[in-house]
T-cell receptor, first 111, second 117 residues
Framework: NAGVTQTPKFRVLKTGQSMTLLCAQD?????MYWYRQDPGMGLRLIHY???????AKGEVPDGYNVSRLKKQNFLLGLESAAPSQTSVYFC??????????FGEGSRLTVL | AQKVTQAQTEISVVEKEDVTLDCVYE???????LFWYKQPPSGELVFLIR??????QNEISGRYSWNFQKSTSSFNFTITASQVVDSAVYFC??????????????FGQGTILTVHP
């Protein structure tokens, strides 16, 4: 079983470029999350979704957009990348019992 | 608004010492889940424990134990007889189960634990 898969694993962007991170889960989970992890800041919630077609803002949503058109996919978009968005991004899905499953992370560098 | 605070940014101990990682949370919801995760140097997030707000029993799993006290909104994690392999970043997290923040999973800032030989 793949669990939670994030693509790409690494990406380097120039300021102003756009990109989309894809999170895919094969566990039929309703809940999905996007986090960013920065040194000394822990994991900060960007956006989350409690079901197909729904999204909600987390703690640090500015500069990001998300979509959950299909239950198994949760996309995170950067419309105009900025150096402050250099980070490691984690996707997670959660089952109804509350257990979380994380992807391996995507390292993004914005020059 | 919900919040998870891990006051200890870094802890350094010598192998075989016991160490306690503190976690204090804030939420307006009466029903919620609390978690601890471990992030070793390899970067993946490893699930350690889940506790719901109605279950205040302390739990022990090998060298790990957790103390959940609703009265002080704390969910502390103790490692007994620490080992070098315990060196990692440890995160405490909270999910409310209802209310306007339903499903919103919030992490603490993390505690970096270094265990020296």
């Amino acid at each position: 079983n793949a669990g939670v898969t994030q693509t790409p694993k690494f990406r380097v962007l120039k300021t102003g470029q756009s990109m989309t991170l894809l999170c895919a889960q094969d566990m039929n989970h309703e809940y999905m999350y996007w986090y960013r992890q920065d040194p000394g800041m822990g994991l900060r919630l960007i956006h989350y979704s409690v079901g197909e077609g729904t999204t909600a803002k987390g703690e640090v949503p500015d500069g990001y957009n998300v979509s959950r058109l299909k239950k198994q996919n949760f996309l995170l978009g950067l419309e105009s990348a900025a150096p402050s968005q250099t980070s490691v991004y984690f996707c997670a899905s959660r089952d109804r019992a509350g257990e979380l499953f994380f992807g391996e992370g995507s390292r993004l560098t914005v020059l | 608004a919900q919040k998870v605070t891990q006051a200890q940014t870094e802890i350094s101990v010598v192998e075989k010492e016991d160490v306690t990682l503190d976690c204090v949370y804030e939420t307006r919801d009466t029903t919620y889940y609390l978690f601890w995760y471990k992030q070793p140097p390899s970067g993946e997030l490893v699930f350690l424990i889940r506790r719901n707000s109605f279950d205040e029993q302390n739990e022990i799993s090998g060298r790990y134990s957790w103390n959940f006290q609703k009265s002080t909104s704390s969910f502390n994690f103790t490692i007994t007889a620490s080992q070098v392999v315990d060196s990692a970043v440890y995160f405490c997290a909270l999910i409310p189960w209802g209310g306007t923040s339903y499903g919103k999973l919030t992490f603490g800032q993390g505690t970096i634990l270094t265990v020296h030989p």
